[in-house]
């Protein structure tokens, strides 16, 4: 396993980053334990959840991957030390979580205390805002035109994500948290956010974790090159684009169990007819490979330019010992090139 510095921070991750979010949901406590053993035995120690999950969210998962994590820390307590844990707080529009509410210094306070709760430990390495108080172009609001940003009242803003940082100062000094980061945010939320840091002698953002796979490259290059002079790490979460880049979404196919069989909170955006053409293209060119198309995608996304750890998730011991194995798959100048052949006809295929 290979590890890279996350960010302005003093914690080497593992260049694999085990997802979590099928937890309570797809996987039960005995299946998360397998899971979080055979990653760690390959080396992976960064492990990503957050207060939402499980996923599809609702009422009745919440919190419940954070508890699952926990019984697992509370069973295996001297590996806690040799791992960095990331959670997240939930942004604006869940009613069942703080009545639906923004996320202010008070709420993150509160969330804080909560997940450690859940997770059974004493501290959370690196804590995220799940996504902004603002509305931003991820999930499916990239195309112009569905975000007005002159609409924005900038120094509203401005003056939440100030409140915001001074809570989660507290709650470094607390000892309860050692690292921030953002998640679903822009480059102007990044470069923000650093500002506010700067001139206000607060903790900084260290990484950012957002949408990103073959199917969806809309943050190269701006924001990943903001990131890499920023010293942010840029972690992709949804690097098989919810599983499609896998090739078992094709010509309409819904395997039992997975999860498009299940309600999805923004519908099936990504299902789209390009998308399907750029997958089949992917399988085909895997195929011819002698890889899987899922290998294919996770192998490209580690060696993208900028990428610091790449989020994986899986509901089966198959699906993470495959994922797992993409990240010793060299790609050499021809590979690349088949794949660009294809990745600049689909470059955001939804």
Same mark, same amino acid.
């Given at each position: ?69 926990? $019984?697992?820390?509370? &069973? ?9 844990? =990331?959670? !997240? #707080?939930?942004?604006? +529009? *869940? ?63 401005? $003056?939440?994500?100030? &409140? ?9 000094? =607390?000892? !309860? #948290?050692?690292?921030? +980061? *953002? ?168």
């Amino acid at each position: 396993m290979q590890y890279s510095r996350l960010g302005k921070s003093d914690l080497q991750v593992s260049r694999v980053c085990l997802g979590t979010m099928t937890w309570g949901k797809q996987n039960n406590q005995t299946d998360a334990d397998a899971q979080l053993d055979y990653a760690l035995a390959q080396g992976i120690n960064f492990i990503d959840t957050a207060e939402m999950y499980a996923v599809p969210p609702s009422a009745e998962t919440y919190g419940k991957t954070e508890t699952i994590l926990g $019984n697992w820390l509370a &069973e295996n307590a001297p590996k806690r030390k040799d791992l960095i844990i =990331a959670s !997240k #707080i939930a942004g604006p +529009g *869940l009613p069942y979580i703080r009545g639906g509410g923004e996320i202010t210094g008070e709420a993150v306070i509160q969330a804080v205390d909560a997940s450690l709760q859940r997770l059974q430990t004493d501290y959370i390495d690196l804590y995220q805002l799940h996504w902004p108080n603002r509305t931003t172009p991820h999930f499916g609001k990239h195309w112009p035109g569905q975000v007005n940003f002159t609409e924005v009242n900038t120094q509203m803003h401005s $003056n939440q994500m100030l &409140e915001i940082l001074q809570a989660l100062d507290s709650c470094v000094k =607390a000892g !309860k #948290i050692r690292y921030c +980061g *953002l998640s679903d945010d822009t480059t102007w939320g990044i470069a923000e956010y650093l500002r506010l840091s700067e001139k206000h002698s607060l903790p900084r953002m260290v990484s950012i974790q957002n949408e990103f796979s073959l199917l969806h490259t809309k943050d190269w290059p701006y924001l990943i090159e903001q990131c890499v002079h920023s010293d942010v790490a840029y972690l992709p979460w949804s690097p098989l684009a919810g599983g499609m880049l896998t090739g078992k979404y094709l010509n309409g196919q819904r395997p039992a169990g997975t999860r498009w069989t299940l309600t999805q909170r923004n519908g099936l955006f990504r299902d789209t007819a390009t998308s399907q053409a750029a997958i089949q293209e992917y399988v085909d060119l895997a195929a011819s490979l002698s890889m899987t198309s899922a290998q294919l995608a996770l192998a490209w996304v580690n060696q993208v330019d900028g990428v610091t750890s790449t989020i994986i998730g899986a509901t089966s011991m198959a699906q993470l010992e495959e994922d797992v194995a993409a990240f010793e798959v060299s790609l050499n100048d021809a590979k690349m090139q088949a794949i660009s052949t294809v990745l600049q006809r689909y470059p955001v295929a939804f």
